[in-house]
């Protein structure tokens, strides 16, 4: 039988609401054979993880979701990385975290003339370490009772058009594909049409530019994707020779998504791991 394989989830360690040892353990209930592990902008989960997937047999791929920009887009890149501390992804990350920090303040400062939210009301939803981020903030207000779960609190008040929405400037997706590759990594990516970042996207051209820098694949099966964007991107795939890949952005109890939900094929998969610089752990 075709293994299940699910190539990107959300821990405690970014936005997520599951230890790294639950995301791994729920991923054996719900009958998957491997995850990716992808929180944003950090390397942190990793090690729990890795231990979890051992002890219940789980394959695991140690990946990451980076938030870039360009032209006004939003993008999330994934890069599925092999098993060490990729130097300048590190670096990046720290440069990020200072600037969301920054961001978060002056958004406190703005949510809090309407509601009581303090900054160290936002720090008590995050695990240390992570990057500090609008779910953060909702998850805060939701605690305080003002509204009932997180996906009410970005419908209602934080969306990117929102008085209360401060920007942070981002890397670029082509330095970042750039850095997952000279990480020895693979860099995909993440739901190319998702909705609610602005609703703009990157153009062929500029996916073919990312494509000659070393884009590999294309997260095609998405919740965020219906039926015909699937098609559209799969042929846009197929043009370019990117891979399509399927993950569920499980984030617990922070959004819908069931992890499992979408899936990465077997094929895939095996060529991430000829690509040699994946760490796969529990191969059968
Ligand atoms: P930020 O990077 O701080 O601007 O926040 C973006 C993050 O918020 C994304 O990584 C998503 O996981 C999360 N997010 C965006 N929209 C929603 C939503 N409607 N409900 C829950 N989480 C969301
Ligand atoms: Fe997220
Ligand atoms: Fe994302
Ligand atoms: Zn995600």
Redesign the pocket.
Request: charged share 40%; hydrophobic share 10%; no cysteine.
């Given at each position: 039988m075709a293994l299940r394989i699910d190539t990107h989830t959300h821990s405690l360690c970014s936005?997520g609401t599951d230890t790294p040892g639950e995301l791994v353990a729920k991923a054996r209930v719900v009958g998957l054979d491997g995850i990716a592990i992808t929180d944003?902008d950090t390397f942190d989960g990793w090690q729990e993880a890795a231990q979890a997937a051992t002890r219940v047999g789980l394959l695991l791929i140690r990946g990451v979701e980076i938030?870039c920009r360009v032209e006004c887009i939003s993008v999330h890149l994934l890069g599925y990385l092999p098993d060490r501390e990729a130097g300048q992804l590190q670096q990046t990350f720290a440069a990020v975290h200072e600037a969301?920090q920054e961001r978060m303040c002056e958004m406190v400062r703005r949510v809090g003339e309407d509601y009581a939210v303090s900054y160290a009301d936002v720090l008590e939803q995050v695990t240390e370490g992570a990057a500090i981020?609008?779910?953060h903030l909702?998850d805060a207000l939701v605690a305080k009772g003002y509204f009932a779960n997180?996906?009410e609190v970005?419908?209602r008040i934080l969306g990117r058009d929102s008085k209360y929405y401060v920007p942070w400037v981002p890397p670029t997706p082509l330095e970042m594909v750039q850095q997952v590759v000279n990480a020895g990594g693979v860099p995909v990516l993440a739901h190319p049409r998702s909705a609610?970042r602005n609703r703009r996207f990157l153009s062929e051209e500029q996916l073919a530019e990312l494509a000659d820098s070393g884009l590999f694949g294309l997260e095609i099966s998405h919740r965020e994707h219906g039926a015909q964007t699937r098609a559209e991107l799969s042929e846009v795939a197929a043009r370019l020779g990117l891979r399509p890949f399927g993950g569920s952005d499980y984030?617990g109890l922070?959004?819908p998504n069931l992890l499992g939900e979408n899936t990465t094929d077997e094929r895939v998969i095996d060529e991430l791991a000829e690509r040699g610089a994946i760490a796969i752990l529990n191969r059968h």
């Open positions: 936005d944003h938030s969301r981020g609008r779910p909702a997180r996906s970005f419908d609610g984030h922070g959004k």
